[in-house]
């Protein structure tokens, strides 16, 4: 599996990413089930940051949750 990184490098949001990843293959292992979201809480420095693991066919994808997301992104979207 891939461990993908979607943040912005040498940023608080980057750390959090690579900790969530951490964490997901130590819970899940190399493979875990396929097209599933996971959310992460992880603390770096005085900031909590969310994170969302996404499971895809070959890799595990880590997105920073702060900001603006698009609508269409959503969980309850549907589009």
Do not use: W
């Amino acid at each position: 599996m891939r461990l993908i990184n979607r943040s912005k490098k040498n940023t608080d949001e980057a750390a959090a990413c690579s900790e969530a990843l951490r964490q997901h293959v130590e819970r899940f292992g190399e493979y875990g089930r396929r097209y599933t979201q996971t959310l992460y809480t992880v603390k770096v420095g005085a900031r909590k940051i969310t994170v969302e693991v996404v499971v895809r066919r070959k890799s595990y994808v880590a997105q920073a949750m702060c900001g603006a997301r698009r609508l269409c992104r959503l969980p309850a979207a549907g589009g």
